[in-house]
Nanobody, 123 residues
Framework: QVQPVESGGGLVQAGGSLRLSCAVP????????TGWFRQAPGKEREFVAS????????YYANSVEGRFTISRDNAKNTVYLQMNSLKPEDTAVYYC????????????????WGQGTQVTVSS
């Protein structure tokens, strides 16, 4: 059973930075894509970024492109989300999702989800 585990959330002022980590223990080496989603209170869960384990191809939501960077460490089975120039509207619970069959995938296509980590950006 694959169970992503997120860490690194917290409280930061607008303009600040945070780095989230997603450990994917037991990752099958055939696993293709892992991604980050976020959900703000009263809103639907939305896509943030995704990455392929082989090759490291990436894809970003328009709202975060240029500010966030997704990366992976294959040896550690870990995906990172570096978040810079944070805005209050980035406040949400951030979820790591593992195993989708393509880089640009809806949340319904991901098989495994972490419990989430809270990111709060104060103005």
């Amino acid at each position: 059973q694959v169970q992503p585990v997120e860490s690194g959330g917290g409280l930061v002022q607008a303009g600040g930075s945070l780095r989230l980590s997603c450990a994917v223990p037991g990752r099958d080496y055939s696993m293709y894509v892992t991604g980050w989603f976020r959900q703000a209170p009263g809103k639907e869960r939305e896509f943030v970024a995704s990455i392929t384990w082989r090759g490291g191809s990436t894809y970003y939501a328009n709202s975060v492109e240029g500010r966030f960077t997704i990366s992976r460490d294959n040896a550690k089975n870990t995906v990172y989300l570096q978040m810079n120039s944070l805005k209050p509207e980035d406040t949400a619970v951030y979820y790591c999702a593992a195993e989708a069959g393509r880089l640009i995938a809806s949340k319904e296509e991901y098989k495994y989800w972490g419990q989430g980590t809270q990111v709060t950006v104060s103005s």
